[in-house]
């Protein structure tokens, strides 16, 4: 200690500043690479996203806001960011509270971030939960391919979602998702059935089964059936076909 304080003290005070600098730096790194860590589990993106953009960032991110095309509408998966992605971006910053200008940035991803898992799956859906409703295991068995029907899956997901989202963070309980070609006959679904494609999901919740179905027409949903249509007075059904087909009589739709 004595031969530290026999030297000139701005040699001190220099020694003293490069040792914090180095440890500010150490921390700094750890918290920038346990950020990105996160973030990889799924999908990264690298650049802030605004209309007139495209590429295969778009399409990620018109997945995540797909349930926010506002009453009626539909926002395409093409990659090519125009004025419906615009508009759903910012509903879906509205939604949580961000800065709705429309333009994807760091605090629209740090959110996106936050609401999915590593397989991309929204935080309150998984895989499993939309699977085969006959008890079933994995996406095969279908008129698409397994990777095909997991994709309509995921984006299924992320509208339900929104949903649930928009109904104040209740819990929704799909009762039947995709279904094999042989559980839909099982079943007696109809021959075109979405459930077919893993775009479609049967919901019973907390809120009343026309609460589900009135919300869900703001939320990408092109095929809603609820209470009032044959067999679906125990539970709504939605699917994300982009024209809409919404019978629901007991709930006014």
């Known amino acids: 200690m004595s031969r530290l304080l026999s030297r000139p003290l701005p040699r001190i005070l220099a020694i003293l500043m490069l040792f914090a600098a180095m440890l500010a730096a150490t921390v700094t790194t750890q918290v920038v ?63 949580y509270g961000l800065g709705s200008d429309g333009i ?39 008129p698409l391919s397994e990777a095909a029907t997991k994709a309509n899956a995921l984006q299924t997901m992320w509208q339900l979602e929104a949903l649930r989202h928009a109904l104040g963070d209740q819990p929704l309980n799909v009762t039947s998702g995709f279904r094999s070609i042989a559980c839909n006959n099982a079943v007696g679904g109809a021959s075109n059935s979405q459930h077919l494609y893993g775009r479609s999901a049967d919901l019973v919740g907390v809120h009343s089964l026309c ?7 703001y939320h990408g949903f092109g095929g809603i059936f609820g209470p009032g249509y044959p067999g679906h007075n125990d539970h709504t059904h939605v699917d994300i076909r982009t ?11």
């Open 211 to 217: 609460t589900l179905a009135k919300q869900a027409r």
């Open 243 to 253: 024209s809409n087909v919404w019978d629901a009589p007991t709930c006014g739709i």
């Open 104 to 142: 994807a940035g760091s605090a629209t991803f740090s959110k996106i971030y936050q609401l999915q898992d590593d397989d991309c799956t929204p935080i309150h859906f998984t895989y499993a939960e939309l699977d085969d409703g006959c008890g079933g295991s994995g996406y095969d068995g279908g």
């Open 33 to 95: 690479i346990a950020t990105k860590a996160h973030a990889d589990g799924c999908y990264t993106w690298g650049r802030t996203l605004s209309q007139g953009m495209s590429g295969e960032d778009v399409r990620q991110l018109q997945i995540r806001v797909a349930g926010w095309p506002g009453y009626g509408g539909h926002l395409a998966a093409d990659g090519a960011f125009g004025p419906a992605t615009k508009a759903a971006v910012q509903r879906f910053q509205t939604a």
